[in-house]
């Protein structure tokens, strides 16, 4: 039997009602402004994240064996689904000044991002195919790994069209994360990720957008009223909190960051808290880190292990890229805060990927069967040692006189005083085990 971890449980439902709460002061203002209702982001988030808690245990409930047979089929529908995107009257896209983003699915009632979903395919397809590939990566030729990742460069090439560049390189990063814990050589891996880079920087001059966000992250100061705007905004924000925040709503951020409950959530909550806020915040990731890292190592099942350190790494990968932007550290992407940042897909799948680790985190907990008494002696009666050095059954118990193979009571008896080393006393009901190799 498997046992997960409480713990990892319990942080997981902290960071989730923290998110709520975190949600609640950010979005009130503009949701106040746009819909004349201050609740109305915080309570469809509270929506999703209860969808969200009911994919959490359906996804760890799961057998391996099941995930694994999942992990095909489910790669292929995330595939169907992306190209979906684009399909007129299905696909709900998002018109700019020069591009227009296909992301997500449209069907009247709910709308969702097939990117987001398609994390936790990955997940398992990455798990099940590197734990087929066990042991061969020795011999293993890039040629070979390239034409086993053929439907996870079809997904990746699928996403990028949307355009998603931050989620096609954080999913990449992924990729290299788990072929090198699974044991691919660190130069072979190396080598592969050189040959990838000059495509990248080729996409990136390719997509005038993205480029223009370069020049934006070089020197936001001089596009602050263009597309430095958000990341000078959060500058602010974060300057205006201090160490300890300041009357939850107030700031000058959320009366100017533009949509900043989404993917810049962190500024307006550092607004709200200060430092000391974003420091317990980032407390609690690093907990779930700290706990999932530990129970990892002492995976002893395989495809648990690289289940479980695939999801982490997708995750803990959105934490650092969302922080990196809102601080500067990195050019503007649309990575989303775990857990925090408004969006049912998003939320939802951050769920789902903490019961993936819960599940991969799980540890065996050995149980100790009682053992089968020996053939022929189901009923073995208590014995007892006379003073005679004879043995006898206790009172009450029926006699062991009958079958007549069985070697003679007194040689037994004999054999175990002597081993034993000591004196038997009179009438002493032995132990049970004793009995039974007599």
């Known amino acids: ?15 989730g009602g923290c998110g709520l709460l975190i949600l609640l002061s950010a979005s009130a203002l503009q949701a106040n402004l746009d819909l004349e209702n201050p609740y109305y982001y915080a309570e ?31 790669m292929l529908i995330s595939l169907a689904l992306l190209l979906l995107v684009f399909v007129p009257g299905v696909g ?60 996870v460069g079809s997904v990746l090439a699928a996403i990028l069209l949307e355009p998603q560049y931050g989620t096609t390189l954080t999913l990449i990063s992924v990729i290299a994360v788990l072929i090198f814990v699974a044991g691919f050589p660190v130069l072979r891996l190396f080598l592969l990720g050189l040959s990838i ?43 205006e909190g201090g160490w300890f925040g300041q009357e939850l709503a107030s700031g000058f951020g959320h009366r100017y960051l533009t949509f900043g409950h989404t993917d810049f959530v962190l500024a307006l909550f550092a607004e709200d808290y200060g430092f000391l806020g974003v420091f317990l915040l980032l ?8 706990r999932s890292v530990y129970l990892l190592r002492k995976q002893k099942d395989e495809y648990l292990f690289l289940l479980g ?3 982490l790494t997708i995750l803990f990968l959105q934490v650092l890229v969302n ?62 040692v006379s003073s005679a050095g004879s043995i006898q059954p206790a009172q009450g118990s029926p006699s062991l006189s009958s079958g007549g193979s069985r070697p003679s009571a007194a040689s037994d008896s004999r054999s175990f005083v002597a081993a034993s080393g000591k004196k038997a006393t009179n009438d002493k009901t032995l132990p049970a085990d004793v009995a039974r190799r007599l």
Request: some cysteine; aromatic content about 14%; charged content about 15%.
């Open 323 to 384: 922080l990196c932007v809102v601080t500067g550290i990195t050019p503007t992407t649309g990575i989303s805060l775990p857990f925090v940042s408004y969006g049912g897909s998003s939320l939802i799948v951050s769920y789902a990927l903490a019961g993936l680790i819960w599940q991969g985190t799980a540890t065996q907990e050995e149980t100790q069967l009682a053992a089968r008494p020996s053939r022929g002696l189901e009923s073995a009666p208590a014995l007892t």
């Open 283 to 290: 407390l609690l990731y690093g907990t779930l880190m700290w």
């Open 92 to 151: 709900r896209s998002v018109a700019s000044s020069r591009d227009s983003f296909h992301r997500w699915i449209d069907l009247g009632f709910f709308s969702f991002q097939p990117s987001e979903f398609a994390k936790v395919a990955l997940v398992l397809y990455l798990s099940s195919m590197l734990l087929d590939r066990k042991g061969q990566f020795e011999t293993f030729s890039l040629k070979e790994l390239l034409r086993s990742l053929i439907l």
């Open 44 to 74: 469809r988030q509270a929506i999703f994240s209860l969808a969200g808690l009911i994919g959490f245990f359906v996804i760890s409930a799961f057998s391996p064996g099941l995930l694994r047979k999942l992990a095909l089929p489910s």
């Open 197 to 239: 880079v000059p495509l990248l920087a080729m996409l990136l001059i390719l997509w005038e957008y993205r480029f223009e966000r370069f020049q934006v992250w070089l020197d936001p100061y001089e596009f602050r009223y263009a597309g430095g705007y958000q990341l000078v905004t959060a500058f602010r924000s974060f300057g």
């Open 309 to 311: 350190a695939s999801a």
């Open 1 to 15: 039997m498997r046992k997960p971890d409480l713990w990892i449980f319990l942080n997981t439902l902290a960071l």
